[in-house]
């Protein structure tokens, strides 16, 4: 069975930083294209980053870039997002997913709240 499990959400001021972590299980994380997602109360839910699985590029939504960062740990099947900078427009369930073609999994999400 496929686990993603995320972690490191919390409440955190504006200006601060929180980094979310996702572990997987029954599935190895390195042949899968990573991305974490997030959805705010009464909005749909949208891509934050990614990170590839051949070459590792990244990518961002605009509104993020410069404060987020993705990274993956593929020897501990681990995927992390360091948020610094946090706004309260951050405020939202986080989640992360994993993506090889037919195949997607995703987490069970973690909050963050961001106060002004």
């Known amino acids: 069975q496929v686990q993603l499990a995320e972690s490191g959400g919390g409440l955190v001021q504006s200006g601060g930083s929180l980094r979310l972590s996702c572990v997987a299980s029954?599935?190895?994380?390195?042949?899968?294209?990573l991305s974490w997602h997030r959805q705010a109360p009464g909005k749909e839910r949208e891509l934050v980053a990614s990170?590839?699985?051949?070459?590792?590029?990244?990518t961002y939504r605009d509104s993020v870039k410069g404060r987020f960062t993705i990274f993956r740990d593929d020897a501990n099947n681990m995927v992390y997002l360091q948020m610094n900078s946090l706004k309260p427009e951050d405020t939202a369930n986080y989640y992360c997913?994993?993506?090889?073609?037919?195949?997607?999994?995703w987490g069970q999400g973690t909050q963050v709240t961001v106060s002004s």
């Open positions: 029954g599935v190895s994380l390195y042949e899968y294209g």
């Open positions: 990170i590839s699985i051949s070459d590792g590029s990244t």
């Open positions: 997913k994993a993506l090889r073609g037919a195949g997607v999994y």
